[in-house]
């Protein structure tokens, strides 16, 4: 049973210290169904090379269990020590554990970097044809070679087995290629070899938290992780559903219409796009030390992370619900102190004085004000652009005018529950030049996303550049 990693990122031997195994030896690992054996056939600068083999002893697996019933010859004479199973993953944890937590004490700055991978399993059991494998990996944005081996090459009247070589590349990190790995592999097998607890599902959960939740086979792949015990699938399905109800409740209607389906080509959603406009928008400010005002679950703060050009980012919610999501999915108790000490999550409100958000280069408000009382917006903007003044502030909020553009939205209604008003581009343009004239700042605007003629892009922005004297 053999994984091989690969990499063409330079230099190469990096993956060395991402996998906390030294090119140049050749280590061996006890495990309790073998030994596993981590080499390097290739440790270029171009190109490196390290392989996981697995040497497992199929009667020890069953030794001293009284497994019996499925009679004493199936001990013998089985394919567990040839064919990629719940034993890999095991052995990934246990071998591979640091990478695949994300931890690197050497490389630190490479964790949240993608990097151009490509893992090769010989042999992967697929009930299911190459279409299973498609269906698993290609949603994750891997390209899936699989060769299916012959029952018997010398009879190959004989047909095909269910055994496949699989090679997946994508550009992505270590952790995230292992973690699929480590959930899907045994998904294909369907047999563990162990008992399946509740500890089983926390593993689920916790290694398919930043993507099995959006997984087209979703379903699918918790009921395989979890064969046969019922009860347990239902508590996974429960809380992975729980999670992206939470998510979706801050989702527009623009947004939901902008779901591809699985025969669509994969566009950008208009949240995507305003993510990015604001992003794009804060770079060319130039900041270093930004804050995210109504942060919600964090996407703006993951790419903020991402990007080295922010030395501090900070996060603020009036929603405690949601910080404790973004403080998941950034997996802050997991990154490198370095990372962790560049970002920080805090509690609060935009219509009350905070010392805490003083002296930022940059300020993002990603649709936020519509969700405010009318009332209140006079503290908001003294908040914002009289006590925390930060140099540059990106704000934005739907355009009503777009609304008739979708016929899912019935006329007059607003796009959201909680939005308390909703802005013509006039309103708006009119608020931000007020707000801009008395607090001191130049203010320019931009559509984000599909415009119409007549009624202009879906989202507004407005960026505020302070012009004050210091």
């Known amino acids: 049973m053999l994984l091989t990693l690969s990499t063409t990122h330079q230099p190469a031997t990096d993956l060395g210290y991402l996998l906390h195994k030294h090119p140049d030896r050749c280590q061996t690992f006890n495990l309790t169904f073998g030994k596993a054996h981590v080499f390097y056939p290739e440790a270029g600068e ?33 394919d567990r020590p040839y064919v990629a199973s719940s034993l890999m993953s095991v052995a990934i944890s246990q071998v591979f554990g640091s990478a695949l937590s994300g931890r690197s004490k ?31 990996f290609e949603p994750l944005g891997y390209q899936v070679v699989a060769t299916q081996h012959p029952l018997d090459e010398k009879f190959p009247d004989w047909g095909d087995s269910p055994y496949f070589s699989v090679a997946l590349t994508q550009t992505t990190t270590v952790a995230t290629l292992l973690q699929h790995l480590y959930v899907l592999i045994p998904v294909f097998d369907g047999k563990k070899h162990y008992y399946i607890g509740p500890e089983e599902v926390e593993k689920l959960l916790a290694k398919g938290e930043s993507w099995l939740a959006d997984h087209p086979e979703r379903d699918l792949i918790t009921r395989r992780y979890l064969p046969r015990r019922h009860g347990l699938i239902r508590q996974a399905l429960a809380r992975l559903v729980e999670e992206e ?38 770079r060319a400010s130039g900041a270093k030390r930004v804050v995210d005002l109504g942060c919600g679950e964090g996407k703006l703060l993951r790419e903020l ?19 404790e999501i973004a403080h998941r999915r950034l997996k802050l108790d997991r990154l490198p102190e370095r990372q962790r000490e560049r970002i920080k999550l805090i509690h609060g409100a935009l219509t009350y004085r905070d010392e805490r958000l003083a002296n930022f280069d940059a300020a993002a ?10 009332a209140r917006l006079a503290a908001f903007e003294r908040v914002v652009f009289e006590q925390a003044k930060p140099t ?19 006329a007059g209604e607003m796009r959201h529950s909680d939005h308390r008003f909703e802005w013509s581009r006039a309103e708006f343009e009119e608020w931000s030049g007020e707000v801009a004239e008395r607090f001191g700042y130049s203010v320019r605007f931009l559509p984000v996303g599909p415009e119409e003629s007549e009624y202009g892009a879906p989202s507004q922005m407005a960026v505020f550049q302070n012009i004050a004297e210091p």
């Open 46 to 78: 171009e190109k490196c090379v390290a392989c996981l083999l697995l040497d497992v002893d199929p009667v020890g697996l069953v030794r001293g269990k009284g497994d019996w019933k499925s009679g004493p010859l199936d001990q013998y004479v089985n």
């Open 106 to 136: 050497e490389r630190a700055e490479l964790l949240e970097t993608p990097i151009p991978l490509t893992a090769r399993i010989d042999v992967l059991p697929v009930r299911g044809g190459e279409e299973l494998l498609q269906r698993m």
């Open 245 to 282: 109800a939470a998510e979706e409740e801050t989702l527009e209607p623009e947004t939901l219409a902008a779901q591809p389906t699985p025969q669509q080509e994969r566009e950008l959603s208009l949240h995507e796009q305003r993510l990015g406009a604001v992003l794009a928008a804060i």
């Open 305 to 323: 992370l991402a990007d080295k050009q922010f030395t501090e980012i900070l996060g603020m919610d009036v929603s405690v619900r949601s910080l």
């Open 365 to 374: 408000i990603v649709e936020v004000i519509e969700h405010l009382d009318p």
């Open 392 to 410: 540059t502030v990106v704000l934005t909020t739907p355009n009503r005018e777009y609304n008739v553009v979708w016929e899912s939205l019935p």
